[in-house]
């Protein structure tokens, strides 16, 4: 029979009336010991990086939003050869841009609320929000398109908070009712 060291080529004597021997000799027997240690303490290793890098990467999601597991991996590598600097600077870039989409997103989206709400007559409003500040849409589709184009965000958000909510619950509400 082989010795149980790995690193062991020599064979085992069997002896009679004894438990059969693993191993060839003491010092053996103490470097498979040590071998053993030194696995268990390298998987142990393994696992606290795994888990400092999982760590890293939770922290990278939070900084900058729920990326492609590919955008995190490569922040995550820039950041471990240490360009903190550029991943925050690529990290910030990807938000600013994602805010960019969403919020050419929801113009679109309120605009076109509010292009419907001016349907059919597109009559003259005047718009007075909670912050005291008035502005008026004419009256004529042409005049409701430009303002749609040209009003900032904010001032959509107030006409459709203003005037389109309270249409859409009351229609929530008689769905309900039905």
């Known amino acids: 029979m082989k010795c149980q060291y790995s690193l062991c080529p020599n064979e085992v004597e069997i002896q009679s009336g004894h438990r059969p021997r693993k191993y060839c000799s003491d010092s053996c027997k103490q470097n498979a010991y040590r071998a053993r240690l030194d696995e268990a303490a390298r998987q142990a290793e393994e696992l606290a990086r795994q888990e400092r890098e999982r760590q890293a990467k939770a922290f990278l999601r939070q900084e900058y939003g729920d990326l492609l597991p590919d955008t995190i991996e490569l922040l995550y590598q820039l950041r471990q050869s240490g360009h903190y600097n550029l991943v925050q600077s690529i990290g910030w870039a990807i938000v600013a841009e994602r805010e960019r989409v969403t919020h050419a997103q929801e113009r679109a989206r309120l605009a076109h609320a509010i292009m419907n709400l001016g349907e059919p007559d ?44 309270p249409i859409e619950r009351n229609q929530l509400k008689r769905a309900k009712q039905s």
């Open 122 to 165: 597109y009559h003259s409003i005047i718009v007075a929000d909670a912050g005291h500040s008035e502005f008026v849409i004419l009256g004529g589709r042409d005049a409701w398109q430009g303002f749609t184009e040209k009003a900032s965000l904010e001032h959509l958000r107030t006409i459709y908070e203003l005037y389109i909510e």
